[in-house]
């Protein structure tokens, strides 16, 4: 597995993409909260599924895109990490 996180950013690129995937993840968390709240007041009585489907895709965004990147994200700064402590231990 390739991770281009490890082999060309930096640190901070590093940092800064899992502030932006951070931030995401919490408006779609809230989204995903708010879409509940509307469908225990039983809103969308003509379209019933529109929220369910609505709420199970906001989830599959966090499941299968965020979250692997954040996979790699998490991978490259232990990577990081363990470059600066041999750097710094020389």
């Given at each position: 597995?390739?991770?281009?996180?490890?082999?060309e950013?930096?640190?901070?690129?590093?940092?800064?993409?899992?502030?932006?995937?951070?931030?995401?993840?919490?408006?779609i968390?809230?989204?995903?909260?708010?879409?509940q709240?509307?469908?225990k007041?039983?809103?969308?009585?003509?379209?019933?599924?529109?929220?369910?489907?609505?709420?199970?895709?906001?989830?599959?965004?966090?499941?299968?895109?965020?979250?692997?990147?954040?996979?790699?994200?998490?991978?490259?700064?232990?990577?990081?990490?363990?470059?600066?402590?041999?750097?710094?231990?020389?």
């Amino acid at each position: 597995m390739n991770n281009i996180y490890i082999t060309e950013a930096t640190t901070d690129d590093i940092q800064n993409d899992q502030w932006i995937l951070l931030e995401i993840r919490g408006k779609i968390t809230d989204a995903i909260h708010h879409a509940q709240k509307l469908q225990k007041k039983g809103a969308m009585a003509y379209n019933p599924d529109f929220l369910t489907k609505t709420i199970d895709a906001l989830d599959n965004i966090t499941a299968d895109i965020i979250t692997p990147l954040q996979d790699k994200l998490d991978d490259a700064e232990a990577e990081h990490r363990v470059i600066h402590e041999r750097r710094v231990s020389d």
